[in-house]
């Protein structure tokens, strides 16, 4: 079972800088958003996902 969390960059970013240690992260983000999102748009790996899920509960879905 494939499962893709869907969340918006805004929390995602939050999430991950709030992490132990996430100070590390904070000067490489930018980059590693950029490269995130061209795999994103060029793989789609959404598209091969079971399942949904968002940021709420009921943000769920089958996969199109």
Do not use: C, M, N, T
Not at 24 to 50: I, T
């Amino acid at each position: 079972v494939l499962v893709w969390l869907e969340l918006p960059a805004a929390l995602r970013h939050e999430r991950a800088l709030a992490r132990r240690y996430g100070e590390l992260y904070a000067p490489h983000w930018e980059r590693w958003a950029l490269q995130e999102d061209a795999f994103f748009e060029r793989e789609r790996p959404e598209l091969r996902a079971d399942l949904i899920l968002g940021a709420e509960p009921s943000d769920v879905a089958k996969s199109p």
